[in-house]
């Protein structure tokens, strides 16, 4: 791991915690089902726990997380 990742607003635990429902439900308004949304869901929260470069601000973050689980979700489609 690198040290971004350690620091504490890079923590696995928080990020699953506050982006997990917010991801699972875009996935699942764009593929309406259930197994699928989870699928998609969990890639999205790898990539964003992998990510090694910082993000601007938390709204930055939130928006990236989006608009990977929404391009995830298409690209499903």
């Known amino acids: 791991m690198t040290g971004s990742k350690n620091a504490p607003d890079r923590d696995p635990e928080r990020l699953v915690r506050e982006y997990a429902d917010l ?36 709204g930055h973050e939130r928006a990236w997380v989006i608009r990977v689980a929404a391009n995830a979700c298409r690209n499903l489609l």
């Open 23 to 58: 991801v699972l439900r875009v996935c699942y308004t764009y593929l309406r089902s259930t197994a699928d949304a989870e699928d998609v869901c969990q890639d999205t929260l790898v990539k964003l726990i992998c990510r090694d470069e910082p993000f601007r601000d938390p």
